[in-house]
């Protein structure tokens, strides 16, 4: 049974289908916690330099202490939104049909009819290249507005097969 069965159209069947890129989501916790470990190396560079002074030294534990909490909320922060994206991401899935592009969410599936498909783009960042994932956005005339599959592996295939579905 497909994740779309129950919004397909009679004889409209599943073609193409994918999640969002496992290796997407490694690379933005691996970003993250480069970041908040840069962050936390820096701080304690700055506690470094001033750290022979003696008035300094009676303020270096609040320093640090102010500092850690610091690093502690940017990485909880940080963290919070990383567990959103991969939650999402758990509920969220793309389908190509003869006929249409679909997007599956928790709670609803949207779909563009390849008929009223305008336009057809890619993009990707500087990690989306090197590891191979990226957006794709499906941009119709009608009242589907644009569907937008985020974060699939091979963004270039889906780019292919849409467009030369829709002509």
């Known amino acids: 049974m497909s994740r779309f069965d129950k919004v397909l159209r009679p004889g409209e069947t599943v073609r193409k ?11 933005g916790f691996v ?46 922060a940080c963290l919070w939104q990383m567990l959103l994206i991969a939650i999402r991401s758990m509920f969220t899935f793309y ?17 563009a009819d390849l008929a009223h498909v305008q336009d057809v783009e890619v993009s990707q960042g ?7 994932y990226g957006d794709v956005m499906v941009r119709t005339a009608s009242t589907d507005g644009t569907v937008v599959l985020r974060r699939v592996d091979n963004p270039h295939d889906w780019f292919r097969e849409i467009d030369g579905r829709r002509r």
């Open 17 to 27: 289908s994918a999640g969002v890129s496992t290796v997407s989501l490694i690379a």
């Open 31 to 76: 970003v993250v916690a480069v970041v908040v470990f840069a962050y936390w190396l820096a701080m304690q560079y700055l506690l470094s330099l001033g750290s022979d002074s003696q008035v300094n030294s009676a303020i270096r534990p609040f320093s640090e202490l102010i500092m850690n909490i610091l690093t502690a909320i940017l990485a909880v």
């Open 95 to 111: 389908g190509l049909t003869e006929s249409r592009v679909l997007k599956r969410s928790l709670l609803r599936v949207r779909g």
């Open 126 to 132: 500087l990690l989306g290249k090197l590891l191979g």
